[in-house]
């Protein structure tokens, strides 16, 4: 059984997104108030990294940052 190579492009846009939302969920509150949203918000940062990884490998198939460095 052939091993499937890494998806490059999507584990790099998956570490952008789980940054961006880090910062906005920690950092971008200020730090007086008590944080004011639901336990489940959460679990939004996992999930949209499951979509992101799953997007990239079954639906568009390509591995743009792969093809990039190839091409050099």
Same mark, same amino acid.
Do not use: Q
């Given at each position: 059984?052939?091993?499937?190579?890494? %998806?490059?492009?999507?584990?790099?846009? @998956?570490? $952008?997104?789980?940054? /961006?939302?880090?910062?906005?969920?920690?950092?971008?509150?200020?730090?007086?108030?008590?944080? %004011?949203?639901?336990?489940?918000?959460? @679990?939004? $940062?996992?999930?949209? /990294?499951?979509?992101?990884?799953?997007?990239?490998?079954?639906?568009?198939?390509?591995?743009?940052?792969?093809?990039?460095?190839?091409?050099?």
């Amino acid at each position: 059984m052939k091993k499937k190579k890494l %998806n490059i492009t999507a584990t790099t846009l @998956s570490l $952008i997104y789980c940054f /961006v939302l880090a910062y906005f969920f920690l950092i971008a509150e200020p730090a007086t108030e008590n944080p %004011n949203r639901p336990l489940w918000i959460h @679990s939004i $940062i996992p999930a949209g /990294v499951v979509v992101i990884k799953i997007f990239f490998d079954y639906v568009i198939k390509k591995d743009y940052i792969r093809d990039y460095l190839d091409k050099k």
